[in-house]
């Protein structure tokens, strides 16, 4: 069973950055699918950064050139680095992992994914 624990979530002001961290408990070199999620009360589960086996990246439209994300397999770490926070981007975020292969294809989900239990994030105007 594969754990995942994030941190680095807080409360910052509007223009501030936070880096969240997820530490996986399996090494995370080739096998792994990992991205970061955020869910914000009353909304739907929302993906905004997605790392591939290989290191590639892929960040939604709604945080690109704010958030950025990356991993260090030998830490067995992933990484959520935030800048330009706004309110809107208040929400608890997850981090999660897939073993699936092909990894820009599916959709994270609760039957295949290893999921976080969350950090807090709280952007105040």
């Known amino acids: 069973q594969v754990q995942l624990v994030e941190s680095g979530g807080g409360s910052v002001q509007a223009g501030g950055s936070l880096r969240l961290s997820c530490a996986v408990s399996?090494?995370?070199?080739?096998?792994?699918?990992l991205a970061w999620f955020r869910q914000a009360p009353g909304k739907e589960r929302e993906e905004v950064a997605r790392i591939s086996e290989t290191g590639s990246t892929r960040h939604p439209g709604s945080v690109a050139g704010r958030f950025t994300i990356s991993k260090d397999n030998a830490k067995k770490a992933l990484y959520l680095q935030m800048n330009s926070l706004q309110p809107e981007d208040t929400a608890m975020y997850y981090c999660a992992a897939d073993f699936r292969r092909g990894c820009w294809w599916y959709v994270f989900d609760e039957t295949s994914s290893y999921w976080g239990q969350g950090t807090q994030v709280t952007v105040s105007s």
């Open positions: 399996e090494y995370i070199d080739s096998t792994y699918c």
